[in-house]
Nanobody, 126 residues
Framework: QIQLVESGGGLVQAGGSLRLSCAASGATFSSYGMGWFRQAPGKEREFVAAITTRGISRSNADSVKGRFTISRDNTKNTVYLQMNSLKPEDTAVYYC???????????????????WGQGTQVTVSS
């Protein structure tokens, strides 16, 4: 069973950047599709970005288009979320998630993910 640990969150001013990392252990990382979700206070957890085992990625075009990029390094068992041009509305707890499958397209629904990290807080000040 894969375990996931996020890091890299923090407080940043609007317009700034952060890079989140999610370190995986306990399983063959390259066999898992990976995703990032976020949850703001009082809101449902929403899809941010995902990447397949072969590196095909997709992001939530409505909320993070052109600003966030997901990537993975199978040699380091890590998936990243590079966040640029941050806005106050990006403030949320960011979760890393995984699913065991070699799907052609990245999965975007919460219920398609089987494993979750504990989350890391990102706060963007105006």
């Amino acid at each position: 069973q894969i375990q996931l640990v996020e890091s890299g969150g923090g407080l940043v001013q609007a317009g700034g950047s952060l890079r989140l990392s999610c370190a995986a252990s306990g399983a063959t990382f390259s066999s898992y599709g990976m995703g990032w979700f976020r949850q703001a206070p009082g809101k449902e957890r929403e899809f941010v970005a995902a990447i397949t085992t072969r590196g095909i990625s997709r992001s939530n075009a409505d909320s993070v288009k052109g600003r966030f990029t997901i990537s993975r390094d199978n040699t380091k068992n890590t998936v990243y979320l590079q966040m640029n041009s941050l806005k106050p509305e990006d403030t949320a707890v960011y979760y890393c998630a995984a699913y065991y499958s070699g799907t052609y397209l990245p999965r975007t629904r919460r219920d398609e993910y089987d494993y979750w990290g504990q989350g890391t807080q990102v706060t963007v000040s105006s």
